[in-house]
């Protein structure tokens, strides 16, 4: 079946440093989307990408869709305490007529301040 | 808050019972999405209904049913419950039903098979 395989699994850094997360796959997507997750609640939309190449912000996050539409990652500048979280990226697979997401695995933020 | 309203939050019950989650999507969202979260399964896509007809299927027990409603919310039927059943259970909505359409979560229903 389709997978979206994500990296890293866990970050442990320090408050400040600067983030980088992605998530790859051998099948091609249409959209991406990024969520961040906190224990015992649902996935909160962080941002949506629908065209290869797309590049956007969402304050200190950035992310981008892939030329390949088969990647995109997402940077956290600045990072702070509540950046603590599990990050999820999704994806709609191309020639789909559904709105299915496909979740990778996760990645798991910790922030010492 | 995504506007993606679930009920209950939490839930408790036996091995063999019947439970029913509610979920009412967001103003204006005609689709509807249940996902399972379990530690060892992530985020697993069940099923997808809008506009009252089911969409997609994944994989969805044949023990689990949904359905939409025409005010547009959806229930998702749990029965004959095993103890690996225990999971989040997540409704989701969006505008449309196909591909380019933006998902919002709510925050989820808590099952736990004892």
């Known amino acids: 079946g389709q997978q979206l395989n994500q990296s890293p699994q866990s970050m442990f850094i320090q408050e400040g440093e600067d983030v980088s997360m992605n998530c790859t796959s051998s099948?091609?997507?249409?959209?991406w989307l990024w969520y961040k997750q906190d224990p015992g609640e649902g996935p909160v939309l962080l941002i949506a990408l629908y065209k290869a190449g797309e590049l956007t912000s969402n304050g200190r996050l950035t992310a981008q869709f892939g030329i390949t539409r088969k990647d995109s990652f997402l940077n956290i500048s600045a990072s702070i305490p509540s950046d603590v979280g599990i990050y999820f990226c999704a994806g709609q697979l191309s020639g789909s007529n559904t709105g299915k997401l496909i979740f990778g695995q996760g990645t798991t933020l910790q922030v010492k301040p | 808050d995504s506007g993606v309203t679930q009920t209950p939050k939490h839930l408790i019950t036996a091995t063999g019972q019947r439970v029913t989650l509610r979920c009412s999507p967001r103003?204006?969202?005609?689709?509807v999405y249940w996902y399972q979260q379990s530690l060892d399964q992530g985020l697993q896509f069940l099923i997808q209904?809008?506009?009252?007809?089911?969409?997609a299927k994944g994989n969805i027990l044949e023990r689990f049913s949904a359905q939409q409603f025409p005010d547009l919310h959806s229930e998702l039927n749990l029965s004959s419950l095993e103890l690996g059943d225990s999971a989040l259970y997540f409704c989701a909505s969006s505008v449309e039903g196909g591909r380019g359409n933006t998902i919002y979560f709510g925050e989820g229903s808590w099952l736990t098979v004892v």
């Open positions: 099948s091609i997507f249409n959209t």
């Open positions: 209904y809008y506009n009252g007809e089911e969409r």
């Open positions: 103003s204006g969202d005609l689709s």
